[in-house]
């Protein structure tokens, strides 16, 4: 399995900041997925980027891949109440991607 | 609508009662994987199925079960629960096998064994 790291593990801002996460991984990708997870709830997708793109956006979301350097990066632009949650990477490919520990993202209001 | 359901939402067993945790999928996707989440471990993948009569094992598959007799189900079966599976178990289901695809994730099912 892959498996993606996710840095930094905690993240603590106000209202109206933009937040940004980082994903490291080991072998090359088809695509790479970002999730979010609010507390005790089930996964859910945020944006698929792939392995031919460098960025993508979505709303407030911003993805950049670099698969030279195997890293992704997440940008939540005006960060608001509701985004606090867990934020994972996914990478994926032929094998079966698993998910790391996330990063945890409070947004004070 | 499109969802993934997990049944029961919560349980509290005894150490080596028999429990099976249901998972179902009306999407016909052919991937399905089972995940625990534990505190400062992150998910990490118990079983995952290909599809129908094909399962592997995940990344901790030590004391579970799963069968895939049908596409749409995939139950979590524990033979001889103990205290260590205390945990939020969730099941989740993709159109292909491998990374290819966004999963679909249940709602979760947390599991306290006494």
């Known amino acids: 399995s892959q498996q993606g790291e996710e840095d930094p593990q905690a993240l603590s801002i106000q209202e109206g900041e933009n937040a940004t996460m980082n994903c490291s991984y080991k072998?090359?990708?088809?695509?790479l997925q970002w999730y979010r997870q609010n507390s005790g709830r089930g996964l859910v997708h945020l944006i698929l980027?792939?392995?031919?793109?460098r960025e993508k956006h979505s709303g407030r979301l911003r993805v950049t891949l670099d698969t030279s350097k195997k890293s992704s990066s997440l940008l939540i632009t005006a960060s608001r109440a509701a985004d606090t949650a867990s934020y994972f990477c996914?990478?994926?490919?032929?094998?079966?991607?698993?998910f790391g520990r996330g990063t945890s993202l409070i947004v004070h209001p | 609508e499109a969802q993934v359901t997990q049944n029961p939402r919560y349980l509290i067993t005894v150490t080596g009662k028999k429990l099976t945790v249901t998972c179902s999928q009306n999407?016909?996707?052919?991937?399905m994987s089972w995940y625990r989440q534990d505190p400062g471990l992150g998910l990490r993948q118990i079983y995952y199925?290909?599809?129908?009569?094909?399962?592997d094992k995940g990344d901790v598959p030590e004391g579970y079960k799963v069968s895939r007799k049908e596409k749409r189900n995939f139950p979590l079966i524990l033979e001889s629960p103990s205290p260590n599976q205390t945990s939020l178990y969730f099941c989740?289901?993709?159109?292909?096998?491998?990374?290819?695809?966004?999963?679909?994730f249940g709602p979760g099912t947390r599991l306290t064994v006494l």
């Open positions: 989740a289901s993709s159109p292909l096998a491998g990374g290819y695809n966004e999963q679909f």
């Open positions: 072998t090359s990708i088809n695509n």
């Open positions: 980027i792939r392995s031919n793109e």
């Open positions: 996914a990478p994926g490919g032929s094998y079966i991607p698993t």
């Open positions: 999407m016909n996707h052919e991937y």
């Open positions: 199925s290909m599809n129908v009569e094909v399962t």
